[in-house]
């Protein structure tokens, strides 16, 4: 397991990019639902990274060399963190669903909270060598 020091600078942005991607949809669906408010899941992730002085959030980069992936500590259930992708990659995840159903109605280039799946989780328990752990306020969104 490595920390964010050791991150190459170019996944730093890649994460670091993609987290405001995340922070920005959030946002956006905060600010359309007035009837409804966010999951707190979401909730608790859009205040963990738009305000990281309050409590910043875990994240958790497993880099395969192919591909990166990313995911964010789960402050009700440290043994499943949530994914953070683009909707368009959820055919490459088929086990992976939206955190919240309603979403599904997003354009693809948006990025979003998922449910981990098993595989997910064996990989996070058994990735040592390529796995990155910090949290949020290194990448100071």
Same mark, same amino acid.
Not at 99 to 105: F, M
Not at 107 to 130: C, G, M, P, Y
């Given at each position: ?7 190459? @600078?170019a996944n730093g942005r890649k994460v670091k990019d993609l987290l405001k991607s995340l922070l920005l949809n959030l946002e956006t669906k905060k600010s359309? *639902? *007035? ?39 789960? *402050? ?9 992708? *683009? ?6 995840? @088929? ?47």
């Amino acid at each position: 397991m490595k920390a964010y020091q050791d991150l190459d @600078p170019a996944n730093g942005r890649k994460v670091k990019d993609l987290l405001k991607s995340l922070l920005l949809n959030l946002e956006t669906k905060k600010s359309t *639902r *007035r009837d409804t408010k966010l999951i707190p899941d979401e909730e608790m992730i859009h205040q963990a990274l738009a305000h990281p002085e309050r409590g910043d959030v875990e994240v958790i980069l497993v880099d395969l060399g192919h591909e990166q992936q990313l995911f964010l500590g789960n *402050r009700r259930d440290q043994e499943n963190p949530f994914a953070v992708m *683009r909707v368009s990659e959820m055919r490459d995840f @088929p086990g992976r669903r939206l955190l919240d159903a309603e979403q599904s109605t997003q354009k693809a280039d948006a990025v979003a909270l998922f449910l981990i799946t098993v595989q997910d989780r064996e990989l996070l328990r058994t990735e040592r060598k390529n796995k990155y752990v910090f949290y949020s306020m290194h990448l100071g969104i």
